[in-house]
């Protein structure tokens, strides 16, 4: 029996050998599956977010479908603005909505601070997941200061970032107390699930690739850092994922990254000569799953190829699964990639 410690996944993280190539895909718990559209029927995005036993079911959906090698914890990016009381909503078809935007620093000054007091329901959820779960891991999620940061400025989700990008240059001083106040949030999430029992987290940036590198170290690397820093006294794995960061990877790594997550317009192999000594995950892009299965899988084990040479290679979806995909697809590409030798 596999012990927990030796699990693929947690193995491919710390750069060690591995029976096969870890997989789990981001947005796996949801969306895909009909059983997740069946039980969430009439239950707010928040809602299910906040009710224990919904959260541990959602988690566990897609382990048992397709044998992954990590479940992701069914939360939301915006999740701990809510548990400490900021009024928003995530309305369908649009996102996370802030009913009063972030504009000074008094609006930041009233964001209470995150504690385990606020978010008991996490607590239990991940304890129950734990329990279920065995020696598979569950990978524990917060949102990373930059793009939780967008939300609450623009007071929903933005194609140019512009106001964000208005505060960080032209209010620097309300931007720099914004961006501590969410990583002290983000880190405290993070430090409640692996308390609880999660055995490795990620932070996901998923605005981060509108910005220069330049920016991004001035304004937003300094944040994540502070968040990855206190995680890596947890002691576990910690996976940096943005999408569109292909000049921002080398960052991503020093930012405190045991593993970077590499989106799926970069190549891989071009994404593991810029992280340095760091295992990798990714990057397949998503919208294959809609080709034929053999080019899905040719596409698939050239991913998998590229990865070979890194310090250790979690396979994932260059970014989350598509509403539409068929989870059988999902399922082939699983067992493909455990299964998966490299000719010669």
Not at 71 to 86: H, N, Q, T, Y
Not at 200 to 207: E, G, I, K, Y
Request: glycine share 10%; proline share 8%.
């Amino acid at each position: 029996m596999t012990s927990l410690s030796d699990a693929p996944l947690l193995r491919a993280a710390r750069g060690e050998p591995v029976p096969h190539t870890p997989v789990w895909f981001m947005r796996q718990a949801g969306r895909s599956l009909p059983e997740y559209l069946a039980i969430r029927e009439g239950v707010g995005m928040l809602e299910a977010c906040m009710d224990p036993a919904l959260v541990t079911e959602i988690t566990l959906q897609p382990v048992r479908r397709y044998g992954v090698d990590a479940a992701i914890f069914f939360s939301d990016i915006v999740l701990p603005l809510k548990a400490v009381g900021v009024d928003l909503d995530i309305k369908p078809g649009v996102g996370p909505v802030v009913a009063q935007p972030v504009r000074t620093l008094a609006d930041v000054e009233a964001i209470p601070d995150l504690d385990p007091s606020h978010v008991p329901f996490i607590t239990e959820a991940v304890r129950s997941l734990v329990g279920e779960l065995g020696a598979t891991p569950l990978i524990g999620f917060a949102g990373a200061p930059f793009t939780v940061a967008s939300y609450l400025v623009e007071g929903g989700p933005s194609k140019d970032q512009a106001r964000t990008k208005a505060m960080m240059f032209g209010a620097p001083d309300v931007w720099d107390a914004l961006m501590r106040k969410i990583a002290g949030m983000a880190a405290a999430y993070l430090e409640v699930q692996v308390d609880a029992g999660a055995s490795a987290v990620q932070l996901f940036d998923s605005w981060a690739g509108s910005l220069t590198p330049e920016d991004y170290r001035a304004h937003v690397m300094p944040h994540s850092a502070a968040v990855l820093e206190r995680a890596g006294r947890l002691g576990v794995p910690r996976i940096h994922f943005g999408v569109g960061t292909s000049e921002l990877l080398a960052d991503m790594g020093e930012a405190g990254a045991d593993v970077v997550g590499v989106d799926f317009r970069t190549p891989l192999a071009e994404a593991i000569g810029k992280v340095g000594d760091r295992s990798v995950q990714g990057n397949l892009d998503p919208a294959l799953v809609f080709a034929p299965t053999e080019v899905m899988l040719e596409r698939a084990a050239r991913v998998l190829d590229a990865g070979r040479t890194a310090r250790g290679h979690i396979f994932n979806l260059g970014h989350g699964v598509i509403p539409t995909t068929d989870p059988d697809q999902l399922a082939r590409l699983t067992d493909f990639v455990h299964a998966y030798e490299p000719e010669g």
